[in-house]
């Protein structure tokens, strides 16, 4: 076998060389700091995610929670690049300059707040949780199953909700039936009052609308009743011409009454 050319000799050689690129700025510095800066955030954005997703997937290792101490990952970083705190401040201040998302928020005490510099850094998330096949399959079923519940849930809200409404419609109908159906009542009483009376059969012309209330129902449905009662007096106020209220004293005690009025009819020659 022939020997490696002089090129490729000479950069297997500098790769053994112990290059302090700490201080300098020329070409082959900068592009080794950068990728050494690139393996470090490329090692920390995998030890979160991964840490994250078991966070997610049961927590098997008891995680308080998903955002890991600085601390801690920094000494993960020191223990699988070897890098030195000061790289992984240049780190963490690199993702607090850059304006891409590198997957990876930074916090501090208060999570609400935004934080601006590598001191008041606390811990490390990752916004995009690693999870296992298994993992994602459970989490995708359990989604799945949970939006089939909440729309069975809805769909029997809103069915128990249209039928409380029908039921409400139709006894509407109902009471509004029945209502008319007193209003009839208290006009054939009314008026069959006034031709008694018209016939000396009654003393006088008017009855008390508490008498056609005890006439016409029962003492027994008379609180379940009140409001179709009450509902057709207004009616008869505001709609029927033929009965009039009136407030006459009976027996010592002022009382409401109804009479009935004739239609008033007018001769040719009073015309």
Known sequence: MGKPSAPQEAADNMKLLP???????????????KAALLELLHELYNFLAIQAGNFE??????????????????????????????????ALTWILSSNKDVGIWLK?????????????????ESSRPRMGV?????????????????????????????????????K?????????????????????????????????????????????????SRRRMKRVWDRAVEFLASNESRIQTESHRVAGEDMLVWRWTKPSSFSDSER
């Open 57 to 90: 997937c049961g927590n098997p290792e008891k995680l308080k929670s998903k955002c890991i101490p600085v601390t801690e990952a920094q000494e993960y970083i020191a223990n699988v690049t070897s890098s030195s705190s000061t790289k992984f401040e240049a």
């Open 134 to 170: 298994g993992c994602r399959l459970s989490r995708a079923l359990l989604t799945a199953v949970t939006n089939l519940l909440i729309f069975f849930w809805c769909l029997a809200f809103l069915w128990g909700l249209l039928i409380l409404l029908k039921y409400r419609w139709r």
């Open 108 to 124: 501090g005490e208060d999570p609400s707040e935004l934080v601006t510099t590598v001191d008041k850094v606390v811990c490390l």
């Open 19 to 33: 290059v302090d690129c700490e201080t300098k700025t020329d070409e082959f510095c900068q592009a080794k700091q």
């Open 172 to 220: 509407l109908e109902e009471e509004e039936q029945a209502m008319y159906e007193m209003v009839k009542k208290i006009i054939d009483v009314v008026q069959d009052h006034y031709v008694d009376w018209e016939q000396d059969m009654e003393r006088y012309p008017y009855v008390g609308i508490l008498h056609v209330r005890d006439t016409l129902i029962p003492p027994q």
